[in-house]
């Protein structure tokens, strides 16, 4: 059985919003997916593009460049 997913394998919560910055989706919605009937999949994954655009940057997120660690380790 083929379930739908739009998992892109880049699996990080923003610390902001709560949802994964590769899919859109929160934690307990990538956790419960396996479960999660077919057209409520179906149904959230319409909703996903809506989130990602609404995803705070790498900077508000505090994303680690390079710059950053190399500050933290001074």
């Known amino acids: 059985m083929n379930v739908s ?4 394998k ?13 899919c859109g989706r929160t934690g307990a919605e ?24 609404g995803m705070t940057s790498r900077d508000v997120r505090g994303g680690r460049t390079r710059e950053r660690v190399r500050n933290r380790q001074r």
């Open 5 to 8: 997913t739009p998992c892109v």
């Open 10 to 22: 880049i699996c990080v919560i923003d610390t902001v919003t709560g949802f994964c910055i590769g």
């Open 30 to 53: 990538i956790a419960q997916w396996p479960f999660t009937p077919e057209d409520e999949r179906v149904t959230l994954m319409a909703q996903l593009p809506e989130r990602l655009k």
